[in-house]
């Protein structure tokens, strides 16, 4: 009883740390070295001992692909599209970081959303196509660059066919899902199929956020984190329905990563665990299941990551090039070393759990 009010004390402290620090950071993405520094005095980290980052997510829109985003984007953020189209084609830019040193390797894909037509639809033929063109990139880059399989997990047996041939032929890493697509989130019977794949091979699902509708609309008068903050609300719905619509129970060995933009759902399924449809309760849940990138860069909300779903589910990961196309190993290390995180922590989280989440050698 003892441990377990212990265990209980912790975790709503570390949700509480979520929900206070969410607002002001969640979409911040400043430089480590202008935010707040915390637990300065729980780190054991050497700053002086590079640290090897693997970027989980990275995109990439092959020359071939018209990126269609730069078309259908607002008014007040198409300029920024345009710009992002030549940037998210040149492939001699996503190599360079890994050049430099900054980084040991990517793990890309491509975005289906980003070349869908307005009815936001892309033909099978093309997703096909893109599988075929990002596992000719991975050859091209052994070790530098590695693949996820992007598939329509809400077009049943055919997408998963698919998924099926982008790993076992392909060779491609794990697969890269739409979080959800109009009404649907992914523990709709449509995506079934796909995520069963995903179990029986034993790779990971990249759950990403879409911009859903209407609450996009409502949000772009308030700019980028009006629109991003309806991307982390529909990634968040998608965390709860796979963990409370009991697919992990009926799956359990499958691995789903979100991106910090679901940090609400992380912070209503871990405070009301308790209320959780699930005997264990949702946190024991998403411990096994769920791991969650660092995409917002901010010491809190990484230590309350850590905290809730332990060093071993989180991982590097910045949307490169579309949240920033700088370096993202020097604010990464300054993050988490204002977090508190041990030197074990921050190497897991740098490259270590994305190497055993995708079987790297």
Same mark, same amino acid.
């Given at each position: 009883m003892m441990n377990a009010e212990i265990e209980r004390r912790r975790v709503l402290q570390a949700v509480a740390g979520l929900a206070g620090t969410a607002a002001l950071a969640g979409l911040s993405q400043q430089p480590a070295s202008?935010?707040?520094? @915390?637990?300065? +005095? $729980? %780190?054991?980290?050497? &700053?002086?001992?590079?640290?090897?980052?693997?970027?989980?997510?990275?995109?990439?829109?092959?020359?071939?692909? *018209?990126? +269609?985003?730069? /078309?259908t984007a607002p008014p007040n953020q198409r300029a920024r599209w345009e710009a992002l189209a030549r940037t998210l084609s040149d492939e001699d830019f996503l190599l360079k970081d890994i050049r430099d040193g900054h980084l040991g390797a990517r793990v890309v894909s491509i975005l289906i959303q980003l070349i869908a037509d307005a009815d936001g639809r892309v033909p099978h033929q %093309?997703? $096909?196509? $893109? !599988?075929? *063109? #990002?596992?000719?990139?991975?050859?091209?880059?052994?070790? /530098?660059?590695?693949? #996820?399989?992007?598939?329509?997990?809400?077009?049943g047996d055919r997408a998963a066919r698919e998924a099926e041939r982008a790993i076992r032929q392909l060779g491609l890493r794990g697969l890269l899902l739409e979080c959800a697509q109009g009404d649907l989130l992914l523990d709709a019977p449509q995506a079934r199929p796909t995520l069963e794949v995903a179990a029986k #091979?034993?790779?990971?699902?990249?759950a990403h956020p879409i911009a859903p509708q209407p609450l996009t609309r409502q949000m772009t008068p308030y700019g980028l984190i009006g629109t991003l903050f309806a991307r982390g609300a529909v990634n968040s719905a998608a965390l709860i329905a796979l963990v409370e619509g009991g697919v992990f129970a009926q799956l359990p060995s499958l691995r789903v990563v979100f991106t910090a933009q679901a940090i609400g759902g992380l912070a209503m399924a871990a405070g009301l665990s308790a209320q959780s449809r699930l005997p264990s309760g949702a946190i *024991?849940?998403? /411990?096994?299941?769920?791991? @969650?990138?660092? +995409?917002?860069?901010? &010491?809190?909300?990484?230590?309350?990551?850590?905290?809730?779903?332990?060093?071993? !589910?989180? $991982?590097?990961?910045?949307?490169? &090039?579309?949240?920033?196309?700088? &370096?993202? /190993?020097?604010?990464l290390n300054g993050t988490m070393q204002s977090a508190g995180l041990s030197h074990a922590e921050q190497t897991a989280i740098a490259a270590g759990n994305c190497s055993r989440l995708l079987g790297l050698r």
């Open positions: 202008a935010q707040q520094t @915390i637990g300065k +005095t $729980m %780190t054991d980290a050497k &700053p002086s001992d590079p640290i090897r980052v693997i970027d989980f997510h990275s995109h990439h829109i092959p020359a071939r692909f *018209e990126l +269609t985003a730069a /078309r %093309t997703i $096909m196509a $893109m !599988n075929d *063109e #990002l596992a000719a990139l991975a050859a091209r880059h052994p070790g /530098r660059i590695h693949g #996820l399989a992007s598939v329509d997990a809400y077009d #091979l034993g790779v990971p699902v990249f *024991e849940v998403m /411990r096994k299941n769920v791991f @969650i990138d660092t +995409t917002l860069f901010h &010491p809190a909300l990484i230590r309350a990551l850590v905290d809730v779903l332990g060093a071993d !589910n989180v $991982m590097a990961g910045s949307d490169w &090039p579309v949240a920033s196309d700088k &370096p993202v /190993r020097d604010m």
